[in-house]
C-alpha cells in the first residue's frame, strides 16, 4: 500500500518518513540540529518546491518553558516552530500554520502533516482539501498524505530516536526513501536519521 509522507506521533516518540514514487532520490540531512529533506547527489534537476523542506526541528529558548519538536512534510514545519516558541500550546500552533498554508497546491492536492511533542504531550494534524483534523494522543497515532489521511492508532514500539526513525522506515507501506525519528529525554530532545543505507 502507497500511503506517501507520513508522521508517527507518541506521547513520547515521534516519526516522519518519506516515501515517493515521483522523487525517491531524496535524503535527510542534519543541519545544525534541524533536519531537512532534500534531493541526493545524484538527483536529476528539479523546480518542483514541495521536495525540499526542513522535516524536524526542536525549539529554541521561549516562553515556554519546555522543549518541544515538530515534524511533517513540507514548509509548515517552521511556522509551527515559531508559534511554539511564541507560545501557543502546541493544538493552536498546529491548527493555525496548517489552516494558514493549506494543502499544497500540486496535482494531487497533497494534504499537510505534522506532529508537536511538548511539555504538555503529543498532538499530530492534518490539513486536506476537504477538511481541517487536529488531535491530541496518548498513544501513537498516524495521519499520512494518501490513504491513511485521518489520525489513527497504529502500532509503534520505539522508544528512542534511532528506533523511532528505524521502525518508521520498515513500515509495511511501498517506496521507503528516507525517515526522521526524535524523542523526548531528560534534557530535551534526540533526534535521528534514517536514509535507508
Known sequence: MYVGRFV???PDVAAYRVSS??????????????????????APPTDNPYVEYNCLRTTAEGPREEPAAVLGNGSHVDPIVEKVELGYP????????????????DDYDTPRIAGVLDGDGAHVGIVRNDALLVKAV???????T????????????ATDAVAAAEEAYEFDFEHAVCAAGVARTEDGFETAIDNGD
Open 8 to 10: 508517527v506521533v507518541g
Open 21 to 42: 514514487r515521483s522523487f525517491p532520490n531524496r535524503e535527510i540531512r542534519d543541519r545544525d540540529g534541524t533536519l531537512t529533506v532534500g534531493p541526493t547527489e545524484d
Open 90 to 105: 502546541a493544538r493552536d500552533a498546529l491548527a493555525d500554520a496548517l489552516l494558514a498554508l493549506d494543502y499544497e497546491k
Open 138 to 144: 496518548e498513544r501513537p497515532t498516524l495521519v499520512a
Open 146 to 157: 494518501y490513504g491513511r489521511d485521518a489520525p489513527s492508532p497504529v502500532e509503534f514500539d
